[in-house]
């Protein structure tokens, strides 16, 4: 588990954008019960995660014409419970983090893996989200 001196500000880039935490597995579990989509950022102390995974998600949410109805974060190494709920939620997927996911009425429509973020600018990050906000979110 990584400390929370170093996660809280790595969160807060999130948070006070108004993105809703997940800290627990009932938090997971009432999320992608309700009725709509739920974008969730799987925020890590990765350095793939501040230069690309946070702004991309940020711009994307910014730009978008469609936009989620709910967006959400939880943090590996951090939210343990919450993570291992959500993983659950995204088989066949491996394990990984940072990584974004898009759910419409509790099923993923949408994912981008860490090996889909890393290397990549946050634009492309943003425009990839906002196809899919496009598509999944009208």
Do not use: W
């Amino acid at each position: 588990m990584y400390p929370e001196e170093i996660v809280i500000p790595m969160k807060e880039e999130l948070t006070d954008n108004g993105f809703q935490e997940l800290l627990t597995s009932q938090d997971v579990e009432a999320q992608l019960s309700k009725e709509g989509t739920t974008l969730i950022m799987i925020n890590s102390v990765c350095g793939c995660s501040a230069g690309s995974a946070r702004p991309g998600v940020l711009m994307a949410v910014a730009n978008a014409v469609s936009k989620p109805d709910f967006l959400t974060t939880s943090f590996a190494g951090f939210d343990i419970d919450a993570i291992r709920t959500l993983r659950q939620h995204l088989l066949p997927y491996p394990p990984s983090s940072p990584a974004i996911a898009l759910f419409k009425n509790g099923q993923l429509v949408h994912f981008i893996e860490r090996h889909q973020i890393e290397g990549r600018p946050a634009q492309i990050i943003a425009k990839n989200l906002i196809g899919a906000f496009d598509q999944y979110c009208n």
